[in-house]
């Protein structure tokens, strides 16, 4: 069976926190999982996995299906915006992406492979997509 791991992270959310508070950080967050529910297919699941990382499971899924999933919640989620009094937040995520191999056979290790992913699309410049094999 085919299965990947999509590991989202919101760019400059401290920015977020430190400049209209918690509140709207909290609805930045819950934006991101409104518009992935919109995105993702039936029997894809998204959770929180700490501050404003998430982490995507999508079963029967191979890297190019993984890839365009992705490259649909980054766009979908730079399209959007969360209204803060005035003002309009304009939100990006930064995206990587790992899919079961033979040198990647466990949770554990699509996990920590799609980790460093997505700190190499940061280290690229942030809103970006990076898939494991990529790098």
């Known amino acids: 069976h085919s299965i990947s791991i ?9 920015y977020v926190n430190d400049t209209w508070g918690h509140p709207i950080g909290d609805e930045v967050l819950k934006s991101i999982v409104k518009i992935a529910e919109g995105v993702l297919r039936p029997g894809d699941t998204i959770a929180r996995f700490g501050g404003e990382e998430f982490v ?16 649909r919640l980054r766009s979908s989620i730079e399209a959007s915006s969360v209204e803060a009094g ?14 079961l191999s033979q040198s990647r056979s466990t949770l554990k290790q699509l996990l920590v492979s799609a980790d460093r992913a997505l700190y ?16």
Do not use: W, Y
């Open 86 to 99: 005035d003002d309009e937040i304009k939100i990006t995520v930064s995206i990587g992406c790992a899919s």
């Open 120 to 135: 190499q699309a940061k280290s690229r410049g942030r809103n970006c997509i990076v898939d494991i094999d990529d790098c």
């Open 56 to 71: 995507v499971l999508l079963p029967k899924s191979n890297s190019a299906e993984t890839s365009a999933i992705a490259e």
């Open 6 to 14: 999509i590991m989202l992270d919101a760019d400059h959310f401290k």
